[in-house]
T-cell receptor, first 112, second 116 residues
């Protein structure tokens, strides 16, 4: 069974631009969550989606948003990029009713 | 709110030596506990998990961890470290959220260096 797949793996954006990251969960997993990893703040929970609905949200500004499609694939969007948004963005999925969370390889975002 | 403490930022061990990475958690209920490993430039790979039952859990790559409720600890161990174990290790506590779903709270990680 394929793991969590994230695209793109690496990208560079300019301050003020927006970015969209994509995630395909493990087949059969309906919960998709996103985490941000930075050297200063570590791993932080962004939000979680289930059945196309945002079910939980972390403490991030409204510039960070996401969505989930009917096939459970998810995208996250960051608008008006700031230098501090440079990070590894990790997508994770878990099965319905399950508590184990499986991560993808991440998308490395650099804002210049 | 839950929290996780990994007191060791860096650890260096010789290949073949035993390893113990420390993790302490704070959580009001019975925790779901995890250890993940991250190699440079990679995502997080699940090593092992504890939900309930036997307090000594076995994971992949020869790792094991012991849940000690009295000490609020979930330390990761390996009897004999291999050079390929060099990576960053994260302990995490999982919380069920009121709206459903789960959220992981991570420790700050322990960077493991293996000397040949």
């Amino acid at each position: 069974k394929a793991g969590v797949t994230q695209t793109p793996r690496y990208l560079i954006k300019t301050r003020g631009q927006q970015v969209t990251l994509s995630c395909s969960p493990i087949s059969g997993h309906r919960s998709v969550s996103w985490y941000q990893q930075t050297p200063g703040q570590g791993l932080q929970f962004l939000f979680e989606y289930f059945s196309e609905t945002q079910r939980n949200k972390g403490n991030f500004p409204g510039r960070f948003s996401g969505r989930q499609f009917s096939n459970s694939r998810s995208e996250m969007n960051v608008s008006t990029l700031e230098l501090g948004d440079s990070a590894l963005y990790l997508c994770a999925s878990s099965p319905e009713g399950g508590n184990t969370i499986y991560f993808g390889e991440g998308s490395w975002l650099t804002v210049v | 709110a839950q929290s996780v403490t990994q007191p060791d930022i860096h650890i260096t061990v010789s290949e073949g030596a035993s390893l113990e990475l420390r993790c302490n958690y704070s959580y009001g209920a019975t925790p779901y506990l995890f250890w993940y490993v991250q190699s440079p430039g990679q995502g997080l790979q699940l090593l092992l998990k504890y939900f309930s039952g036997d307090t000594l859990v076995q994971g992949i790559k020869g790792f094991e961890a012991e849940f000690k409720r009295s000490q609020s600890s979930f330390n990761l161990r390996k009897p004999s470290v291999h050079w390929s174990d060099a990576a960053e290790y994260f302990c995490a506590v999982g919380a069920e959220l009121t709206g459903g779903g789960n959220k992981l709270t991570f420790g700050t990680g322990t960077q493991l260096k293996v000397e040949l």
